[in-house]
């Protein structure tokens, strides 16, 4: 008999609430509204081999969600690398994030071995885990015009508008909707 490898989405963002809804917290938004959608009776529990994570799972669809609780988004490696070693090996792991280079309501999916885009929590979670061996879901945010490093801090720590955040949920996370069925394990 096969069994069917577990899937782990992993939100990327800043503590909340002091970081709710802001550009840089766009993996969590998306994972929050995909929680509703295939995870929706699921409570949140805190992990005990890191306390800066909070996961939820769905033994019926074999997913697994962790947000990260309490770290900053430079030390996104740190929180989560520890609750990734106690999965199986197996375990398909893809990581949401927010994407400068991509414009809002989109989303880009990305194998293994692909770019981190300068992204520091993806590059903190490469430096933990030793590889990139995981997959990247990027939820857009677009660009500032700017490439001054002060602006684009002060733009990704800015908090999405009412308009911006309709976007998220109804184009983005349709879409992440999409990729989730694409991934969820299938008996073998």
Not at 25 to 48: D, H, R, Y
Not at 145 to 151: A, E, F, L, M, T
Not at 157 to 164: N, W, Y
């Amino acid at each position: 008999m096969s069994t069917r490898k577990l899937l782990c989405l992993t939100a990327l963002g800043n503590p909340e609430p002091l970081y709710q809804n802001t550009r840089h917290n766009a993996g969590v938004i998306i994972l929050k509204m995909l929680k509703n959608e295939f995870c929706p009776e699921a409570v949140l529990k805190t992990s005990n081999v890191s306390p800066h994570v909070q996961y939820c799972s769905d033994p019926a669809s074999n997913i697994l969600m962790l947000f990260n609780k309490t770290q900053y988004m430079n030390l996104s490696g740190h929180a989560v690398i520890p609750a990734w070693r106690k999965l199986p090996h197996d375990t398909v792991h893809v990581v949401l994030h927010d994407e400068l280079n991509i414009s809002l309501g989109k989303v880009q999916y990305r194998k293994p071995g692909t770019s981190f885009r300068g992204h520091n929590g993806i590059r903190d979670i490469i430096k933990m885990k030793g590889d990139d061996k995981f997959d990247k879901l990027g939820i857009g945010i677009d660009r500032p015009d700017s490439r001054d490093p002060k602006i684009v801090a002060d733009y990704v720590l800015s908090k999405f508008t009412d308009a911006e955040m309709r976007i998220l949920q109804y184009e983005s996370f349709q879409k992440a909707v999409e990729h989730t069925r694409k991934l969820l394990p299938h008996r073998a």
